[in-house]
């Protein structure tokens, strides 16, 4: 009778684990972080490229106009080059608003990158950040300490064990 009891609760307790983790998988969605972080990482590519190709673009724009306000210049033509100039302001502004959305957008991709990379991290999708020692990074003097980060001039206690004890 005890046997028979043990099993039926044994055998309760698997279906509901089971089942727990059945539901557990419906309700979270698997989050691919690899791809996820690749997907951010060939964006902020494409909006470098994108942002070359858009400064080259209003560099040349304005050299033309320079060349043609010096043109109007040895020409003799004043009321054109004066045209010419104003038209290279507008043309300069335009360009370093355009330059500053830019640089703005990839700032905001980059973070959008770093975020996910500390939620993966934090899911265990990645390793925990460290240097090229190997060792993790820690307070100033404190556990982790190293090399790159070291506790004063002397070393000390946690100092990197590539650099003999400290600072020199």
């Known amino acids: 009778m005890k046997k028979l009891l043990w099993v ?8 509901i684990t089971y089942a727990s983790m059945g539901f557990a ?12 972080m690749a997907s951010d990482k060939a964006a902020i590519k494409a909006q470098r490229e994108a942002i070359k190709e858009n400064a080259s673009t209003a560099r040349q724009e304005e050299k ?25 302001r507008t043309t300069h502004q335009a360009n370093v608003q355009e330059m500053r959305q830019d ?19 934090r899911e265990g999708a990645l390793p925990p950040r460290k240097d090229k020692d190997d060792n993790p990074p820690g307070p100033r003097g404190g556990r982790g300490t190293n090399w790159e980060n070291p506790p004063g001039p002397q070393g000390g206690p ?8 400290g600072r020199r």
């Open 25 to 36: 998988e419906d309700a979270a969605p698997v989050i691919d972080h690899k791809q996820e």
């Open 103 to 121: 640089k703005q957008a990839i700032k905001s991709a980059r973070k959008e990158l770093r975020q996910d990379k500390k939620e993966a991290r």
């Open 158 to 165: 946690g100092a990197s064990p590539n650099r003999g004890g």
């Open 64 to 88: 033309q106009l320079r060349d043609q306000i010096r043109a109007a210049e040895q020409s003799g033509d004043k009321a054109t080059a004066e045209q010419l100039r104003t038209q290279l």
């Open 8 to 15: 039926a609760v044994a055998v309760i307790l698997f279906v």
